[in-house]
């Protein structure tokens, strides 16, 4: 009962002959071949799928897939390793913050501000006071302070010197060392530009530059105290020296009236019309027969009438007083 039963279901599924059962598959397969052959069409293999593999050395004429699986001579921490070198090419960033840098500005402006207001209002004890109630400084500092030159001049070093440093850029140090990377990026607003990691400066290295600042400060005003003392010593001396100066000058100027009320009235009217013409040099020697004044050839008589010291004589070209010693002959020769 139960195999005719089985029979009959093997029946209804093809046919009863051979040829019955393959039309009957045959028409349940057809359209699954069509639509694979319809899929081969629309959509092509990928170049170089079924392709001849080029040889060692061929340029291909096109992009080739190379369908081969190859393994990794490489351990998992060399791997691990190159990965994390990856990971380092990326820049890391750091922003710049303008508040911070205009909020530290404003504490430096705004403790001179204090100083300014404690000097107008109270005197130097006041400024002491304002002082020691915003940072820590030696007695000689605090006094430095109190004088309003010092204040100005230290106020415009010290906040140029923070302005100065600040918009470089300030880091933490602890994320500063820590970081790998040999360049940093810094963005500042909108732009972002990579520079060196060690140009960044720590708070610590804020200190160091400021305290070299210091000490260059320091060093500078000895020698400039110095350079005072000398200076104002150099001037003492000048000044003493002026002062007998004028006092020869004095005394020069009562020997000139005396000696010139000597010389007769037309002698001295000419000198006079000679120093309006030609300025001081008005009586010049005569060296090795030339005029003094204009330095041109005198005559063997003129020359001779100087010597004689017995009239005034004057040069034939420029007009100028002359007079003549063996002083100055002799002067020349040496
Ligand atoms: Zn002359």
């Not at 915003?134 to 007695?139: D, H, I, T, W, Y």
Request: charged share 25%.
């Amino acid at each position: 009962m139960a195999r005719r039963s089985s029979a009959r279901v093997w029946v209804n599924l093809g046919g009863a002959t051979l040829r019955e059962r393959a039309r009957y598959h045959l028409a349940r397969w057809a359209p699954l071949l069509a639509v694979a052959l319809l899929t081969y069409l629309a959509f092509t293999p990928l170049i170089g799928i079924g392709a001849p593999v080029p040889a060692v050395g061929q340029i291909s004429k096109q992009s080739v897939v190379a369908p081969f699986a190859y393994e990794v001579r490489k351990s998992p921490e060399e791997i691990a390793r190159e990965g994390e070198s990856r990971a380092l090419t990326a820049q890391p960033v750091y922003r710049f913050s303008p508040t911070a840098y205009d909020s530290s500005l404003a504490a430096a402006r705004g403790f001179f501000a204090d100083l300014a207001k404690a000097a107008e209002t109270g005197g130097p004890d006041s400024v002491a006071q304002a002082v020691a109630a915003r940072v820590r400084l030696g007695p000689e500092e605090t006094r430095f302070l109190t004088d309003s030159t010092n204040r100005r001049q230290i106020q415009e070093l010290s906040t140029h010197f923070l302005a100065e440093a600040l918009s470089r850029g300030v880091a933490d140090a602890g994320a500063i060392r820590g970081e790998v990377s040999p360049t940093i990026a810094l963005r500042r607003g909108e732009t972002e530009r990579i520079i060196p990691r060690d140009s960044i400066l720590t708070f610590a290295d804020l200190m160091e530059q400021a305290e070299t600042a210091q000490r260059q400060v320091a060093s500078l005003t000895q020698v400039t105290n110095e350079s005072k003392k000398t200076i104002d010593a150099r001037l003492t001396d000048i000044a003493a020296r002026e002062a007998n100066l004028q006092q020869e000058l004095g005394q020069l100027e009562v020997n000139r009236e005396e000696l010139a009320s000597a010389v007769d009235e037309g002698t001295r009217s000419r000198y006079q019309r000679l120093f309006k013409q030609k300025g001081q040099n008005v009586v010049v020697g005569i060296q090795h027969g030339v005029c003094g004044g204009c330095h041109m050839q005198l005559s063997r008589s003129t020359v001779v009438t100087c010597q004689a010291e017995q009239e005034i004589v004057t040069c034939t070209n420029c007009g100028r007083i002359l007079y003549y010693t063996r002083d100055m002959d002799l002067a020349v020769a040496e």
